[in-house]
C-alpha cells in the first residue's frame, strides 16, 4: 500500500510540474505578443495552451479527490494533497488572466509609437509577475521557505507597478479630449495591468501555501517579520 500511495504522490507532483510549466510557458507567450501583437501562430498557441491547463486542473483535482478517498492519507501528507488542488486553482486562474492579458495585447497594439512608455512599464510588470510565479512553483516543489517569502515581498512591487501604470494613464490623458476608441484603449490598458496584479496575487496564494506546509502556520493574516521568516504576535 504504500508503494501505490508513493506512486499516487508521484502522479501528482508530475501533473503539478505540467502545469506549472504550461502557465509559465503561457506567461512567456505573453511576452512575445507584447513585441509581436500581429503573429496568428503566437496567438493559436495561447489557445491551445490554455486549453491544455484547464484540463490539467480538472485532473488533478479527480486525482486529489482518488487520492483521499482511496489512501485516507494522514496529517502532512493531507496538507500536501490538499495544497495540489489549491496550487492548481490558482495557476488555472493565472492562465485565465494571461489569456485576457492576451487579447487585451492583440487589440492594443504597444508597438505604436504612441504606447512606447506604457509598453516599457507593461513589459517590466510581466517580466516582474513572471518571476513570481516561476518563485512560487519553486517554492512549493522544492519545499523552499525563503523563496516562498521573497515571492511575497516581491508582491509589493508588483502592486507599485499597478499603481505608477494607473498614475501614469491619469496624467498623460487629464487633459485630452479623447474619442471612443482611445477612451476603450485606456481602460484596456488599465485592465491589462489589473489582470497582472492579479496574477501576483495568485502567486502569492501558492506561497503562503508553501510557507503553511513548511511551518504548519497559516500566514495570509498573521503580522511576517521579514528578518527572520517568523511569525510574529
Not at 506549472?20 to 505578443?33: D, H, R, V
Not at 482518488?66 to 501528507?77: C, G, I, L, Q, R
Amino acid at each position: 500500500m504504500s508503494i501505490i500511495k508513493d506512486q499516487q504522490l508521484q502522479i501528482l507532483l508530475n501533473q503539478f510540474e505540467l502545469i506549472s510549466k504550461n502557465t509559465l510557458l503561457q506567461l512567456a507567450i505573453l511576452k512575445q505578443l507584447v513585441d509581436d501583437p500581429s503573429s496568428e501562430e503566437l496567438f493559436e498557441e495561447a489557445l491551445t495552451n490554455e486549453t491544455l491547463i484547464d484540463r490539467l486542473e480538472v485532473k488533478i483535482r479527480e486525482e486529489v479527490a482518488f487520492t483521499v478517498f482511496k489512501f485516507s492519507p494522514m496529517a502532512e501528507d493531507l496538507r500536501r494533497i490538499v495544497a495540489y488542488q489549491d496550487l492548481t486553482t490558482n495557476l488555472e486562474r493565472i492562465g485565465d488572466m494571461v489569456l485576457n492579458c492576451v487579447y487585451m495585447v492583440r487589440e492594443i497594439d504597444l508597438t505604436r509609437p504612441e504606447f512606447y512608455q506604457i509598453k516599457a512599464m507593461v513589459s517590466e510588470m510581466l517580466e516582474s509577475v513572471t518571476q513570481m510565479v516561476r518563485n512560487a512553483v519553486l517554492s512549493f516543489t522544492n519545499m523552499e521557505l525563503t523563496t516562498a517569502f521573497n515571492v511575497l515581498d516581491a508582491d509589493d512591487g508588483v502592486d507599485d507597478s499597478f499603481r505608477e501604470i494607473r498614475r501614469y494613464l491619469a496624467e498623460a490623458n487629464a487633459f485630452r479630449e479623447l474619442s471612443k476608441e482611445q477612451l476603450m484603449e485606456l481602460f484596456s490598458l488599465d485592465s491589462l495591468a489589473h489582470n497582472l496584479e492579479r496574477c501576483g496575487d495568485s502567486a502569492t496564494n501558492i506561497a503562503e501555501s508553501t510557507i503553511y506546509l513548511i511551518k504548519g502556520r497559516d500566514v495570509r493574516h498573521a503580522h511576517i517579520d521579514v528578518t527572520d521568516k517568523t511569525e510574529t504576535k
